[in-house]
Nanobody
Framework: VQLQASGGGLAQAGGSLRLSCAASGPTFSRYAVAWFRQAPGKEREFVAAIRRSGTTPYYGDSVKGRFTISRDNAKNTVYLQMNSLKPEDTAIYYC???????????????????WGQGTQVTVSS
């Protein structure tokens, strides 16, 4: 599966952005999808993930209550709604997919087989 992340840009603190991860291929619904982010000089950080059915979301501690992940399998797209943005949310955001991810591994980047190219999110104070 090929992934294309989009929707990044510049936002003010307290503002919102919505990222999209569009996938190619007819089997997208078989994949769990996650968002990770990486700021300069930092390790890649788990942001959110959603299982194939879309009924079980997972969030990193730093974004709980502010970000919402969802998916539309008919459109082969996963979304990340980011509200109450903070300057520390500034990073390149990547979407990733894997067909066999297990719950204990859902926040670990190396367990994902497919990655999009990343989209830059910059939050000004």
């Amino acid at each position: 599966v090929q992934l294309q992340a989009s929707g990044g840009g510049l936002a003010q603190a307290g503002g919102s952005l919505r990222l999209s991860c569009a996938a190619s291929g007819p089997t997208f619904s078989r994949y769990a999808v996650a968002w990770f982010r990486q700021a300069p000089g930092k390790e890649r950080e788990f942001v959110a993930a959603i299982r194939r059915s879309g009924t079980t979301p997972y969030y990193g501690d730093s974004v709980k209550g502010r970000f919402t992940i969802s998916r539309d399998n008919a459109k082969n797209t996963v979304y990340l709604q980011m509200n109450s943005l903070k300057p520390e949310d500034t990073a390149i955001y990547y979407c990733a997919a894997d067909a066999g991810i297990i719950t204990s591994s859902i926040g670990i980047p190396r367990n994902y087989d497919y990655w999009g190219q990343g989209t830059q999110v910059t939050v000004s104070s």
